[in-house]
């Protein structure tokens, strides 16, 4: 088994592993959503998600300290600002967007493009 093969077949595993996890973000985002709308029909009144923050303070509350620390880095005090308004539905969405990205670019087939010979001082109409 030659390099290049071994290259495109762990190309071709990572692009299916990342599109399977787009496809399980997204979907989750819809059915979260529907979930919404079907209790708006049936109270009447729109619930409000609960925000990334409050899962991650409820699962993972170490990770909340570090990230309300005031001396942490600058970065991760914004990442938690943007976590505390996001609500779920919406992250899950994003996430699943940027799976879905990566995983075009990594299984991206396209040959390089070809050399150009002319030389620039020829017009080419």
Known sequence: MTFARIDELTRSALALC??????????AA????????????????????PTVMFWIQSYYPDVMGSLSNPHSWYGAAKMALV??????????????????ALNVSVYDRRPEAPRVTKSRAAASF
Request: glycine content about 8%; some cysteine.
């Open 83 to 100: 976590l505390a308004r996001m609500p779920s539905g919406l992250a899950l969405v994003c996430l699943g967007m940027v799976c879905a």
């Open 30 to 49: 819809v059915l979260w959503l529907g979930f919404q709308i079907v209790r708006w029909l049936h109270d009447g009144h729109w619930t409000a998600q």
């Open 18 to 27: 990342l599109w399977l996890i787009a496809v399980t973000l997204n979907m």
